[in-house]
Structures are given as C-alpha cells and as structure tokens.
C-alpha cells in the first residue's frame, strides 16, 4: 500500500535529526524550506552540515543518540547507518508519538520524503513510495522546467483575490476559469 499525501504544517512542531552525514544534511536542506525548529544530533558533523547549522544557528549535541532524546520532538528523522539504532528510536516514537522517518528504511517510517518543487506558496510533491526515488528526481526536474517563473505573482494574486471577494459559487468559478486560462498560457510559450 502507498503513502497517504499530506502537507503538514511544521510552525509548532520541533524536529530531531539523529545524524551529521551527508543524507542528514540533504534532509536537513529539505527541512529548512519549512522550518527552523530543528535539533541535531550526531556522534560527528560533516562540514557542509556544521555550515547550515551555524547559518540557521540550530540548536546541536555532538554525541551518540540516547534513549529519551525524541521526547519532547514531534518528528524525528533518522540518518545514520545503523539499523538496530533505527529500530529502537521507532520503537521509541511510538511511545511519545511522534512521526518518525528512518532514512532508507521504510519498514521504520511513519513517512517518507517526497521529492518536491517549491516556488514560494506553490509545492509539489512526488513520491513513488519508494519504488523509484530516482523516477521521483527526475519527475521533479522535468516540472521544475515546465513552471513558469512567474507563477509566485500568479499565486500572490489569487490569495488577493481570495480575500476579498465573498465566498460562493461565483468566486469559486472565477477563481477556476483565472487558474484554467494562466495554465492554458503555458502551452503557448
């Protein structure tokens, strides 16, 4: 069975990364598009991860994972190699209910990362459930390439619009046929 899509909105919910390698900080990058609230632990920081830290000034142990430490965490992503410690801090989430994410590991995932496009208020997510991570890449580079520039103008619009004209049938139409005819004019380019 296929991953339920879902946007989650992230403003109050703290995040945990265990790792500071390369796939912790691809993660971490991804994160960032959305929020701030993230701590990190990891027994050693890659360069490239001691750089967005200190840019985000994120809160960071550099240390072993301990049980306990997801406590007071909403989501927890795991990015470390070792699948008995992926296990346990499922395990353990479930007792503190919190989302957690093991990195190539879906047998300890609550969720999985899409690959995704953001352009200001526009998002699009694409997942595979894990069959082919590299289809979803390339998927999301090919959509990358077909969204026009100005769609974050577009968007700002629409939300203007949306404001200010009262809810009905008649906004609901004229919202429609605005966001049909913008799309429509992507053909002609």
Known sequence: MGYFPAFIKL????????????????KLEHLLDFTTDITIIALEFSSDMKGLIAEHDLPYEERSYR??????FGIVVIAVDDIPLQAA???ESKQYKCLCNAVDSVDYC????P????KDDLTIAIS?????????????RYLEKIIPEGISE?????????KSIPKGKERMQMLDKKAQDY?????KR
């Open 115 to 118: 690959s995704y496009v953001k």
């Open 154 to 162: 577009f968007l700002q619009e629409m939300k203007a619009l949306r």
């Open 11 to 26: 403003d109050n919910a703290k995040i945990l990364i265990v790792g500071g390698g390369y796939i912790a900080h691809e």
């Open 110 to 113: 609550d969720f999985i990362f």
């Open 89 to 91: 801090i499922f395990d």
């Open 67 to 72: 049980e306990g430490d997801i406590k007071d």
């Open 128 to 140: 595979t459930s894990g069959a082919s991570p590299a289809m979803a890449k390339h998927l999301r």
């Open 183 to 187: 799309i429509n004019t992507w053909s």
